[in-house]
């Protein structure tokens, strides 16, 4: 096999992350469209093939439910600490995308390898899910934030636990590009041992 490696180099280099602010929320995305990308998320390496990597898709309706949950819940648990901004934030921004998936990690019972490895392995599958948005002219965003490391949350997306909420990515049309980052040189994240 042999593919056209400029538009590989090309794709690889023209992935960003674009933010919910960035997105025109009036534009839906095709429900096929983010199953291809969930079935390129798929595809990624992972070791034994377990596939640990579980999805939870909110378009639609489900966007709301989504931000009630996370925005609900982070008042509770923050009480006092309560930030208006960020419940705000917690409420809204799931309504700007088109989707939002969130990235779940379960784990395996027999714990056959590290759980390092299981969570790199649905990271490969968002570096996947990154790439396709990208090609599909579409933005995408991993963020942590929110109800991520929450204990609480996770009965919620169907999680043991021993499973991982990894965070959300967001997916939705462009309305304002990321620009380039630049990139440190190769020169100083390399060492050749020959």
């Known amino acids: ?35 291809q990308v969930l079935e390129n998320a798929t595809w990624a390496p992972s070791h034994g093939n377990l596939q640990p990597w579980k999805f939870v898709v909110f378009t639609g309706d489900g966007r709301q439910k989504l ?21 705000e934030g917690l409420r809204a921004n799931p309504l700007k995308a088109a989707a939002v998936i969130a990235l779940c990690l379960k784990r395996d019972p027999n714990k056959k390898f590290p759980e390092i490895e299981e969570i790199a392995a649905v990271s490969a599958a968002v ?4 790439l396709t948005v990208t090609a ?10 929110g109800v991520t490391y929450k204990e609480s949350a996770k009965s919620f997306f169907g999680l043991g636990p021993d499973d991982t909420l990894m965070g959300f990515f967001y997916i939705g049309a462009v309305a304002a590009p990321s620009p380039a980052k630049e990139r440190a040189p ?7 041992v020959r």
Not at 68 to 73: P, R, V
Not at 186 to 192: G, Q, T, V, Y
């Open 186 to 192: 190769l020169e100083e994240k390399i060492e050749w």
């Open 136 to 145: 599909y002219g579409l933005g995408g965003y991993w963020t942590t934030g």
């Open 1 to 35: 096999m042999s593919f056209p490696i400029d538009d590989i180099n090309r794709l690889i280099r023209e992935r960003r992350s674009v933010f919910p602010k960035q997105y025109d929320p009036n534009t839906s995305v095709d429900e096929a469209v983010i199953k």
């Open 127 to 130: 570096q996947n899910m990154y």
């Open 67 to 87: 931000a009630e949950f996370q925005s609900e819940l982070y008042k509770t648990e923050a009480g006092d600490n309560c930030k208006p901004a960020t419940y």
